[in-house]
Nanobody, 115 residues
Framework: QVQLTESGGGLVQTGTSLRLSCTAS????????MDWFRQAPGKEREFVAS????????DYHPSLKARFTISRDNAKHTGYLQMDNLKPEDTAIYYC????????WGQGTQVTVSS
């Protein structure tokens, strides 16, 4: 059974940093491309960042590229999203996704940024 577990969210103040983690089990993590998405209250889920299976290619939402960094450690079956200089508009539930031919989603982790 494939399971993705996000962690690292929380309530933080504007200007601080968080690192989200996404740990996979029941899957060959290194075979899959990884993405992060987020969904703010009342809004549609939006793309945040992606990273290829080998880590050689990244892509970011243009408005987030300067503050967010996606990475992965295939040996630990874990992906990361480093978020710096957080702003209230970053408040959302953050989801990781693994995809190849099939796709898997985590349950999400809440990030709340207070002003």
């Amino acid at each position: 059974q494939v399971q993705l577990t996000e962690s690292g969210g929380g309530l933080v103040q504007t200007g601080t940093s968080l690192r989200l983690s996404c740990t996979a089990s029941g899957i060959i993590f290194s075979n899959y491309h990884m993405d992060w998405f987020r969904q703010a209250p009342g809004k549609e889920r939006e793309f945040v960042a992606s990273l290829s299976a080998t880590g050689g290619r990244t892509d970011y939402h243009p408005s987030l590229k300067a503050r967010f960094t996606i990475s992965r450690d295939n040996a630990k079956h874990t992906g990361y999203l480093q978020m710096d200089n957080l702003k209230p508009e970053d408040t959302a539930i953050y989801y990781c996704r693994l995809h190849l031919v099939d796709e898997y989603w985590g349950q999400g982790t809440q990030v709340t940024v207070s002003s």
